[in-house]
Nanobody, 125 residues
Framework: VQLVESGGDLVQTGGSLRLSCAAS????????VGWFRQAPGKKREAVLC???????????YLTDSVKGRFTISRDNAGNIVYLQMNSLKPEDTAVYYC????????????????WGQGTQVTVSS
């Protein structure tokens, strides 16, 4: 199993980015996929999550600060989950991780191989 994030970059305040999480070795549609982030000196934070496709791809926002700005979506054919981030703020600066689990726990999976390696998002003021 391998999850690989991409799309992180340096962007100005108010800009947008789309992060991708591509999976191999598992079928993403069968899993909930969450996005998490960790800023320097802070604990890892759950951002939002999408339920397995047979649970209607329900989206759960786990951080109020991203409501109205971030969205999550799936491309099951490509085995990819996206995080669209709009109206970015400096406080969104963090390493962003995706993770696959059986349901949106808000904590992420116990298995290390169900986590991606992270992608850096930096928002300049």
């Amino acid at each position: 199993v391998q999850l690989v994030e991409s799309g992180g970059d340096l962007v100005q305040t108010g800009g947008s980015l789309r992060l991708s999480c591509a999976a191999s070795g598992l079928t993403f549609a069968d899993f909930a996929v969450g996005w998490f982030r960790q800023a320097p000196g802070k604990k890892r934070e759950a951002v939002l999550c999408i339920s397995p496709t047979n649970y209607d791809d329900e989206v759960t926002y786990l951080t109020d600060s991203v409501k109205g700005r971030f969205t999550i979506s799936r491309d099951n054919a490509g085995n990819i989950v996206y995080l669209q981030m709009n109206s970015l703020k400096p406080e969104d600066t963090a390493v962003y991780y995706c993770a696959a689990e059986f349901y949106c726990s808000g904590y992420g999976p116990h298995r290390d191989d169900y986590w991606g390696q992270g992608t850096q998002v930096t928002v300049s003021s």
